[in-house]
């Protein structure tokens, strides 16, 4: 029989809708009945491609015994947290404040009042590793509510308590300066992996936002090693097994140091920005590798993850049925020397081992391997090559896929515009920037719909019951500002003006200071506020970006404000975590360098507007038109210079003289030597 989750519209949660266990959705009815029957909730985050949930699931929320044990002494209440990030985030703070870890899926017990007591992550079936075993939280929990419920409240206080008194009153004074933006750089150099590219050990996360930073960085000073760790990092991850060298796309992490075996699940946010990330490494330096991991990412999300309604969906999951049928992690994906034999004949399978690393031992598990390019095959025949690969997609294809949850993000959904429409932009394929057209249309006219405030999801074309969050407001502004650069269509310019509006009046606090939920939202334990940026820019530092590219658009005085009362947290926190603030340091290069202004009086995707757009000046903006009618304030007072296509450049309300040629243009975009 069905439990309550049948009736919602999240994939991970209708993934739990046949569990024994009586789950809740998040929701006051569910506190409610804790209350009522004097028992503790226990809360249960997840999302749906997260492989150790699916384990935790099976192995405790799918067994009768344990399921009867958590119906008789808890009310269980099951989030996803790429729905309710706030909720997400309010208790992985309160996870890692008290075991100094956190991670999915989390289980967290609460008071009937929303006050945590105890916590973890995955607990397994038996004890084991000095971990105690699901069953046995469960007796613990439920005897210390019984027999030392004062106990059990004052710890629930002292928690609730600790998290009130960590709030960011503001995130420093003033914004970050050359010395904050050096010290970062030095920080990242010394965190830098000189031998396999990236930063830190194991496990390694692909880095973008801090990538993008270097690039910005390079662009602005010139700085070679700026731009010698970014592309030695873009190179090392496109030649591993992080990146899907069938397929297209990236993992979301790897599990060693070399990028060689990764955590097998595809997200759109990874991709996304990783996409941008090759398009404005070819930008800076024209590789033809960065072109062609820039283009294989974009074809990857709009084949794999596109949804019937033009947005994208969310991820595929790490797991899938084997030959055996088996569900484990990477089926999909690995490759044995008898599995390249069978495909493509003994000579073919031999010179594909050697290119894609397929080794007779194994770098995966059962002796499969993860296809890579080691690079030690020597010089190889580009049509061979493509030949043998286009002949394993094919048969890869056959297998049984990873699951995908098709729920639609509105933030990552607002970097894949983001990145669909530069580069397409940038390469020729006006097919990608149609593909950003249509998700930006599907954001507006449901998740914005009647409402005028933004939804989290949506899925099958129907907006989901949860507000956008400050990342969601950030990174769709981010998107459509993007979107107008590159169609000179005036009116994503101001779709973004309506949500950066929404930010100044519903998500800032005094000093600059933002928060992550908007004043009128669900009060949770504590008002979560997080300005690091993790897998994707934290809704602050989106939020920066979107409002100062918004005020280099417009002039407007309190955007321009807003965005450097955000950026405080950036002087404060890039000296000292720069990795962890990758994205809020890229638009305090943004701030450093103006942004500078490009007015394109011309045809849009004429010489000029292109060259406009693959200038390389840090966050600089882009508007593109001609005649009267042009949609942009920039292009008021702009007219053509002897009839020809005309470009104006300005920044910090200093002007040069108007230009029409293409070569001068990218000169005064090209970084430190254009002034």
């Known amino acids: 029989m069905a439990n309550r989750l049948a009736q919602t519209s999240s994939p991970y949660l209708l993934q739990h809708a046949d569990n024994?266990?009586?789950?809740?959705?998040?929701?006051?009815?569910?506190?409610?009945?804790?209350?009522?029957?004097?028992?503790?909730?226990?809360?249960?985050?997840?999302?749906?491609?997260?492989?150790?949930?699916?384990?935790?699931?099976?192995?405790?929320?799918?067994?009768?015994?344990?399921?009867?044990?958590?119906?008789?002494?808890?009310?269980?209440?099951?989030?996803?947290?790429?729905?309710?990030?706030?909720?997400?985030?309010?208790?992985?703070?309160?996870?890692?404040?008290?075991?100094?870890?956190?991670?999915?899926?989390?289980?967290?017990f609460?008071?009937?009042?929303?006050?945590?007591?105890?916590?973890?992550?995955?607990?397994?079936?038996?004890?084991?590793?000095?971990?105690?075993?699901?069953?046995?939280?469960?007796?613990?929990?439920?005897a210390a509510w019984k027999d030392r419920r004062d106990e059990v409240a004052e710890v629930a206080g002292r928690i609730v308590a600790d998290l009130a008194g960590r709030s960011l009153v503001h995130g420093g004074d003033g914004v970050p300066g050359e010395s904050e933006v050096a010290q970062a750089l030095l920080g990242l150099t010394r965190e830098y992996d000189e031998q396999h590219g990236g930063f830190g050990g194991a496990p390694k996360f692909p880095p973008s936002m801090a990538v993008e930073f270097l690039l910005r960085h390079y662009a602005r000073t010139g700085s070679e090693g700026a731009l010698q760790m970014a592309a030695d990092t873009c190179a090392a991850m496109a030649r591993g097994?992080?990146?899907?060298?069938?397929?297209?796309?990236?993992?979301?992490?790897?599990?060693?140091?070399?990028?060689?075996v990764p955590h097998f699940e595809k997200m759109l946010y990874d991709n996304a920005l990783l996409c941008r990330v090759y398009a404005h490494l070819w930008r800076a330096t024209g590789s033809d590798e960065a072109r062609r991991i820039a283009l294989e990412t974009a074809d990857f999300m709009v084949r794999e993850l596109r949804t019937a309604e033009g947005g994208f969906a969310s991820a595929l999951d790490a797991d899938s049925e084997d030959a055996?049928?088996?569900?484990?992690?990477?089926?999909?994906?690995?490759?044995?020397?008898?599995?390249?034999?069978?495909?493509?004949?003994?000579?073919?399978?031999?010179?594909?081992?050697?290119?894609?690393?397929?080794?007779?031992?194994?770098?995966?598990?059962?002796?499969?391997?993860?296809?890579?390019?080691?690079?030690?095959?020597?010089?190889?025949?580009?049509?061979?090559?493509?030949?043998?690969?286009?002949?394993?997609?094919?048969?890869?294809?056959?297998?049984?896929?990873?699951?995908?949850?098709?729920?639609?993000?509105?933030?990552?959904?607002?970097?894949?515009?983001?990145?669909?429409?530069?580069?397409?932009?940038?390469?020729?394929?006006?097919?990608?920037?149609?593909?950003?057209?249509?998700?930006?249309?599907?954001?507006?006219?449901?998740?914005?719909?009647?409402?005028?405030?933004?939804?989290?999801?949506?899925?099958?074309?129907?907006?989901?019951?949860?507000a956008g969050v400050l990342e969601d407001y950030g990174d769709v502004a981010e998107g459509f500002l993007a979107l107008a650069a590159v169609t000179g269509e005036g009116a994503w310019l101001e779709f973004a003006g309506f949500l950066l509006d929404i930010v100044l009046e519903q998500f800032t606090g005094e000093g600059g200071q933002l928060y992550d939920t908007a004043h009128d939202a669900e009060q949770l334990i504590r008002r979560p506020q997080d300005p690091t940026d993790s897998a994707t820019p934290s809704g602050w530092t989106a939020a920066a970006g979107a409002l100062l590219s918004y005020a280099a658009y417009t002039g407007s005085e309190p955007h321009r404000t807003a965005a450097e009362g955000a950026l405080g947290v950036v002087k404060a926190l890039g000296p000292r975590v720069p990795r962890f603030v990758g994205w809020g340091l890229?638009?305090?290069?943004?701030?450093?360098?103006?942004?500078?202004?490009?007015?394109?009086?011309?045809?849009?995707?004429?010489?000029?507007?292109?060259?406009?757009?693959?200038?390389?000046?840090?966050?600089?903006?882009?508007?593109?038109?001609?005649?009267?009618?042009?949609?942009?304030?920039?292009?008021?007072?702009?007219?053509?210079?002897?009839?020809?296509?005309?470009?104006?450049?300005?920044?910090?309300?200093?002007?040069?003289?108007?230009?029409?040629n293409a070569g001068e243009l990218a000169a005064a975009l090209a970084g430190p030597a254009g002034g």
């Open 586 to 660: 890229a638009v305090a290069e943004a701030l450093l360098d103006g942004p500078r202004e490009v007015a394109v009086a011309g045809p849009v995707g004429g010489e000029l507007h292109r060259t406009a757009l693959l200038g390389r000046a840090p966050g600089a903006v882009v508007a593109a038109g001609e005649g009267p009618g042009a949609e942009f304030p920039l292009l008021v007072d702009r007219p053509l210079v002897g009839g020809q296509p005309t470009a104006y450049v300005c920044r910090h309300f200093v002007c040069s003289a108007p230009t029409t």
């Open 241 to 260: 097994g992080i990146y899907d060298q069938l397929g297209g796309g990236f993992a979301r992490y790897s599990v060693d140091r070399e990028w060689i």
């Open 324 to 466: 055996d049928g088996r569900h484990v992690e990477g089926a999909y994906y690995v490759w044995t020397p008898a599995q390249l034999r069978e495909v493509l004949g003994e000579a073919d399978a031999a010179f594909a081992a050697a290119y894609y690393g397929v080794t007779e031992d194994g770098t995966f598990e059962e002796g499969a391997s993860v296809l890579r390019l080691p690079g030690d095959a020597g010089p190889v025949d580009a049509d061979r090559v493509a030949d043998l690969r286009a002949r394993l997609l094919a048969a890869r294809e056959q297998r049984p896929r990873p699951g995908r949850d098709d729920k639609v993000v509105a933030a990552w959904n607002g970097l894949a515009v983001a990145a669909l429409a530069e580069t397409g932009a940038y390469f020729d394929r006006p097919d990608l920037v149609e593909r950003a057209t249509e998700a930006a249309d599907l954001l507006v006219r449901v998740h914005l719909g009647e409402v005028a405030r933004l939804t989290r999801t949506s899925k099958d074309g129907r907006a989901g019951d949860n």
């Open 110 to 142: 609460l008071t009937a009042d929303g006050e945590p007591f105890y916590f973890g992550t995955y607990f397994p079936p038996e004890a084991r590793h000095g971990s105690p075993s699901f069953r046995q939280v469960l007796e613990g929990v439920a």
């Open 20 to 108: 024994p266990v009586d789950w809740w959705p998040w929701s006051p009815e569910a506190f409610e009945e804790a209350r009522r029957r004097d028992v503790p909730v226990l809360l249960s985050v997840g999302y749906a491609s997260c492989h150790w949930c699916h384990v935790m699931a099976h192995e405790s929320f799918e067994d009768d015994a344990t399921a009867a044990y958590m119906n008789e002494h808890f009310v269980s209440v099951k989030v996803d947290r790429e729905e309710r990030p706030d909720v997400d985030a309010v208790y992985m703070e309160a996870v890692q404040a008290a075991t100094g870890h956190g991670g999915w899926p989390m289980t967290v």
